[in-house]
């Protein structure tokens, strides 16, 4: 059989190991498992949401409401744009993906950044599109101006912040790159850990309301992370209603299930919940910080739900990662990003507690 010859050159992407798969292979009591590695929110799904979700479980044999209608107005309310305004997929991902299939051709180009978010380059590679990197492994201003005049890219991808690496341009710093943009080039930017970054710094907060000013900038945001969402699988993309109504075309019908729908409306109003989840995020990832420091780990200054530790020449990231594995511990080995670096979702306490006592003893004194 001859498939699609855009295929040769993708990969699998790799997604976070599974729970299931550590007790599978180590006979590790699934209790005593730490699963850090996919930004999913530690302390789970507001309790708000999980009481709807049972709610709503009578409903399983009625299709979700198309439109989307309830969902798209608690969006357009939150952020002051118009429904017409919004698209929702299923997780940002399926957003990504209606994107580059309804913009690229075969041998158009993308620009991103040296090591950012695996899936832009396999929604790109599967319309068979080229990829085009900025030279650094974090955002540059300098340098993303430069490689699009060089290159005029279809879609540039900016990853605000960016994962797997935690970094992120200020908002000025991201209005600088658009400015620069023509209207025939569309940015995506990705906003997947906004709430972290925003929490952070006032500097970096970026909203819809700021991308809309401009006719070829799309806002993405999700609720896999910092609503506790990871498992529902719902995201959107926000831009002006003429790119939001030829992606839409793209869209398969009832894509969003009625339960991811009533979860998400819901995590909307669940404003505690998200409060609760950025204090303990930020009271907890000063621990990573100060444990770095002290074993003379370099890291990555984080506005995202995770650290990224740079082991330099002096530890291996595969060997850490497996060894911690077989402690129960999973956290995302980077090697397949070409970096010599492990990733870690800031966990609760004790699951940071974790995570210190089982990488510990692999470390040199
Ligand atoms: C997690 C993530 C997404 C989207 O996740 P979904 O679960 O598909 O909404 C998008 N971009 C980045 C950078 C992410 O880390």
């Known amino acids: 059989m001859k498939f699609n010859e855009t295929l040769n050159d993708i990969t699998l ?13 180590f006979g590790i009591d699934p209790s005593k498992v730490v699963k850090l590695a996919s930004n999913e929110n530690p302390l789970g799904t507001a309790p708000s949401v999980t009481k709807i979700l049972s709610e709503n479980a009578t409903k399983a044999h009625l299709y979700p409401d198309d439109s989307m209608h309830e969902l798209k107005e608690s ?18 991902d399926q957003v990504l993906e209606f994107i580059s299939r309804s913009l690229l051709s075969q041998n158009d180009t993308v620009l991103m950044s040296k090591v950012t978010f695996a899936m832009y380059e396999v929604y790109a590679k ?25 290159h005029k890219p279809k879609i540039v991808y900016l990853c605000i912040p960016n994962n797997p ?8 710093e991201v209005f600088e790159i658009i ?3 023509d209207s025939d080039t569309l940015v995506v930017v990705d906003c997947a850990y906004m709430e972290y970054a925003s929490y952070k710094s006032n500097d970096y907060l970026i909203t819809p ?17 910092a609503y506790g969402l990871g498992g529902m699988r719902v995201g959107y993309g926000i831009a002006r209603s003429e790119i939001i109504e030829q992606i839409a075309k793209m869209r398969p019908p009832f894509n969003i299930s009625s339960l991811s729908l009533a979860a998400a409306i819901e995590a909307l109003k669940a404003d505690e919940f998200l409060k609760d989840s950025l204090k303990l995020h930020s009271e907890q990832i000063v621990r990573y910080e100060e444990f770095a ?18 082991l330099d020449d002096i530890y291996n990231s595969s060997i850490i990662a497996d060894a911690l594995l077989k402690q129960g511990v999973i ?3 980077l090697a397949s990003y070409g970096l010599n670096a492990i990733r870690i979702t800031i966990g609760t306490a004790k699951q940071n507690d974790r995570f210190f006592e089982a990488i510990q003893p692999l470390l040199k004194r």
């Open 209 to 225: 309301k700021d991308t809309l000013k401009y006719d070829n900038v799309i806002y993405l945001g999700t609720f896999s992370k």
């Open 75 to 92: 969006l357009a309310k939150k952020y002051s744009v118009n429904p017409k305004e919004i698209i929702i997929g299923a997780g940002s």
């Open 13 to 25: 992407y790799e997604a976070g190991k599974p729970i299931e798969l550590v007790v599978r292979e």
């Open 179 to 181: 400015d620069t943009i």
């Open 293 to 310: 420091k002290i074993n003379g780990i370099e890291y990555i200054d984080s506005y995202t739900n995770f650290i990224t530790y740079m």
């Open 331 to 333: 956290i995302r080995n």
């Open 165 to 172: 690496i935690g970094d992120c341009l200020t908002k000025k």
């Open 126 to 150: 599967q319309v068979g599109a080229k990829i085009v990197r900025t030279p650094s492994f974090i955002h540059k201003v300098d340098e993303f101006i430069t490689y699009y005049k060089e």
